[in-house]
């Protein structure tokens, strides 16, 4: 059978069955494309072609990103689709992938690389984490669709927790069993140590439990708490405790 669906005009995103609370406030409006020949009525027999493009309008995260496409071309073989191609881009940002989802299993084993990744967007759509800034990274998606593993090595600029700014960093990235972890410093090149610990407990849920911690040497004020009118170096430790609640 044939799957040919495309949206007329855009939607709000309230259009999607169960959109979590998250998508709903990041993105306003979204665009469809789906075709698809396919074979069999069981999820674990399907196979075939299918190919997606879609759209949003709007981003609450990120200003500088008010559109994000996704263009997906795959590979069904019996409930398992392989990623022939698969992007995600924006005005400033590239996600591609490869590998497979195993449909009748659940399961991700996905490999990702970015350049540039918009992660107040990420971010926003997962959580209310305010975690901003730019990265190039490489790594993988694996595991089961209700609680996937994410691991990267990761390049980030412009990076932002809260009210401070660590500029350049470079660090690994993880998301797993629930538990979302950053561990980074500044590089040698920018003249002075900035390390940065971020462990997340429950992350995917109303009572996440976020804990930063920080060290600084020789960190430029103005840079740190993004306000001109501040000068100095910073020098020292910063430790934030927060718990999300309802």
């Known amino acids: 059978y ?5 949206t007329a005009q855009p939607l709000p995103f309230s259009a999607i069955p169960r959109a979590s609370k ?3 406030e990041t993105f306003d409006k979204f665009e469809l494309a789906l075709y698809a020949e396919l074979s069999g009525y069981k999820l674990s ?3 075939g072609k299918l190919k997606l493009d879609m759209k949003t309008i709007g981003n609450t995260a990120n200003p500088q990103t008010p559109e994000n496409k996704l263009h997906l071309e795959g590979t069904m073989k019996n409930g398992v689709l392989g990623l022939d191609v698969f992007k995600i881009s924006s005005a400033k940002s ?3 992938g490869t590998g497979t989802v195993d449909f009748p ?3 991700f084993d996905v490999k990702i690389k970015t350049k540039s990744f918009d992660l107040a967007t990420m971010i926003q759509a997962l959580s209310d984490l305010d975690l901003r800034g730019y990265v190039d990274s490489e790594g993988t998606i694996t595991g089961a669709f209700k609680n996937p593993s994410m691991n990267f090595k990761a390049h980030g600029k412009e990076l932002a927790y809260s009210f401070l700014h660590f500029g350049e960093h470079v660090g690994n990235f993880g998301i797993n069993d629930n538990l979302m972890t950053y561990e980074g410093e500044a590089p040698a090149s920018q003249g002075h140590s900035a390390k ?3 462990r997340g407990e429950n992350f995917f849920k109303k009572n996440r439990h976020v ?3 920080t060290q ?3 960190l430029d004020a103005t840079k740190l708490l993004d306000n001109p009118d501040i000068l100095g170096k910073v020098e020292g430790t910063f430790d934030l405790d927060s718990l999300a609640r309802d």
């Open 105 to 107: 299993k659940q399961r």
């Open 2 to 6: 044939k799957v040919d669906l495309k």
């Open 94 to 96: 590239e996600v591609t």
């Open 45 to 47: 027999a399907m196979t």
């Open 22 to 24: 998250e998508l709903l």
């Open 211 to 213: 804990v930063l911690k």
């Open 196 to 198: 940065v610990s971020v």
């Open 216 to 218: 600084f040497k020789g």
